[in-house]
C-alpha cells in the first residue's frame, strides 16, 4: 500500500493511504503552475493556459526541492463543498485554473494530484501571493450546501444528513458512494451539536452552519500535517491560536502571510482587498484536536 507524500521527487511516508496521480485511481491535477520563487522549471509554465500534465518537468530535483524549502511555509485547508473528492475533481477538471495539491475523502483516502514542487490556484490569500507560499488540502464536506433551505449548487427540499438509530449520517447519491475506494462507506460526523446535529459559528462575519468532517479524515489529516512537516519543515506543526482568549480565531489573520503552520483559507481570505471572502474549513473543523496532535508529537 503506498503512503508516500512527494516535493521534488522526495518521498515520506506518512502512514495512512495516500494515492498518488499516476496510480490507476489517481487524479492529476488539471492545472499546475510553476512558482514564480523556484526556478527549475520552463518559466511558460507559471501562467495559463494550462498545459498537458507531462509538460511540467523538474530539471533538476535537489535545487528545486531547496528553493521549494526556502519559500513554502503554509498549508491552507479547505472544505471543497462537494460529496466526495472524486466529485471535487469533476469540478476542479471544469476550471481554467483550479487545482490543489491533496484532495481528502470522506473515507480518510488522501490523493496527491501533483509534485509539490508546483503550485495550484486554491487561495489567492488578500495579498494574491498566497499560492506561492503555500499548499493545500480539499477536505471533502458539503458546508451549508447540506442544509435544504440554504442550498444553492445542490438543491434539496431534505438536509443531506440524516438522522438515524447510530447518529447522524451523510445520505451520499449512488453515483458518488460507489467511487468512495472504502466500501461500504457511512460518511457519520466526528462530532455533532445537540440535536440538530450540525455546528454554527461565525466566520469572517458570516454564520456558517455545517456538519463536522469524518473521523476518518481527521486522523488522515493529522498524519498529512506531521508528514508534510518532515517533508517542508517550513510548515511548522502550528495552528493559530490566540493565548489571550485561549481561543483558535476563525477570522483573517492580522499577519496571514507570515505565519508558518497549518491555517485554513479563512485566515487567509476575508476579501478585503476586492477578492472573495472565504470561510473554509468552516464552523465545524476542529482546530483544538488537530493543536493537541502537533503537540504530541513535539520532541
Ligand atoms: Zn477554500
Not at 482568549?245 to 496571514?256: A, I, M, S
Amino acid at each position: 500500500m503506498k503512503r508516500d507524500i512527494i516535493a521534488c521527487g522526495q518521498k515520506v511516508d506518512i502512514g495512512t493511504r495516500v494515492v498518488l496521480w499516476s496510480e490507476q485511481e489517481g487524479f492529476e491535477c488539471p492545472n499546475p503552475r510553476g512558482r514564480n520563487s523556484c526556478s527549475q522549471h520552463d518559466p511558460s509554465l507559471n501562467d495559463a493556459p494550462s498545459q498537458k500534465f507531462k509538460n511540467y518537468k523538474i530539471k533538476n530535483p535537489k535545487t528545486a526541492y531547496q528553493e521549494l524549502n526556502e519559500n513554502v511555509y503554509q498549508l491552507v485547508l479547505h472544505y471543497d463543498v462537494c460529496y466526495t473528492s472524486s466529485h471535487c475533481h469533476q469540478l476542479m477538471r471544469e476550471s481554467p485554473f483550479k487545482g490543489s495539491h491533496f484532495y481528502l475523502d470522506l473515507d480518510g483516502t488522501l490523493f496527491q494530484t501533483c509534485d509539490l514542487y508546483w503550485k495550484t490556484n486554491t487561495a489567492p490569500s488578500d495579498d494574491k501571493k498566497g499560492n506561492e507560499r503555500a499548499v493545500h488540502v480539499e477536505i471533502s464536506n458539503l458546508s451549508w450546501e447540506a442544509l435544504a433551505k440554504e442550498s444553492e449548487y445542490y438543491p434539496s427540499k431534505q438536509d443531506k444528513y440524516k438522522k438515524t438509530d447510530k447518529g447522524w449520517k451523510l445520505v451520499l447519491p449512488q453515483e458518488y458512494k460507489t467511487k468512495i475506494l472504502k466500501r461500504p462507506f457511512n460518511a457519520i460526523p466526528a462530532r455533532t451539536f445537540g440535536k440538530r446535529g450540525y455546528f454554527s459559528k461565525k466566520v469572517n462575519g458570516k454564520t456558517v452552519r455545517m456538519w463536522d468532517f469524518t473521523e476518518e479524515q481527521y486522523k488522515s489529516l493529522e498524519k498529512l500535517c506531521i508528514g508534510l512537516n518532515k517533508l517542508l519543515p517550513g510548515i511548522k506543526l502550528k495552528v493559530p491560536f490566540d493565548k489571550k482568549t485561549g481561543r483558535h480565531p476563525l477570522d483573517r489573520l492580522n499577519n496571514y502571510s507570515r505565519f508558518h503552520g497549518v491555517l485554513g483559507h479563512c485566515h487567509v481570505q476575508n476579501g478585503s482587498t476586492g477578492l472573495e471572502c472565504k470561510y473554509d474549513p468552516g464552523s465545524a473543523f476542529n482546530w483544538g484536536r488537530l493543536h493537541r496532535a502537533f503537540k504530541k508529537t513535539k520532541p
